[in-house]
């Protein structure tokens, strides 16, 4: 069993992007509406998703593989997508 007292909360930052060989196609529709909107200095835009999620765990690598393990499962989608962690004291992984 496992003490919750004893566990400690920490943040990890999620960012989930397309792979380099597919097609962004909403990163070049926000390019569209930007230049359309006069924003002609942007040159490249890629978009892609960010999760925030605080993980109560008994260390930073237990944290680390309960996220990477929700990327796997839920957050990428590891056909196109890839992504990475980063624990809010600035490590990562």
Known sequence: MVDRDTMTDFTIDVRVSLRPAVL?????????GLHA???????EIHAGKFFRMKVRAQNAEEAVEEARSACERL????????????LAD???T
């Open 75 to 86: 957050l990428s989608n590891p056909v196109i997508e890839t992504y990475s962690l980063e």
């Open 37 to 43: 909107m006069g924003f002609d200095a942007i040159a």
């Open 90 to 92: 600035g490590l990562s």
């Open 24 to 32: 962004d196609t909403q990163g070049k529709a926000i390019l569209r």
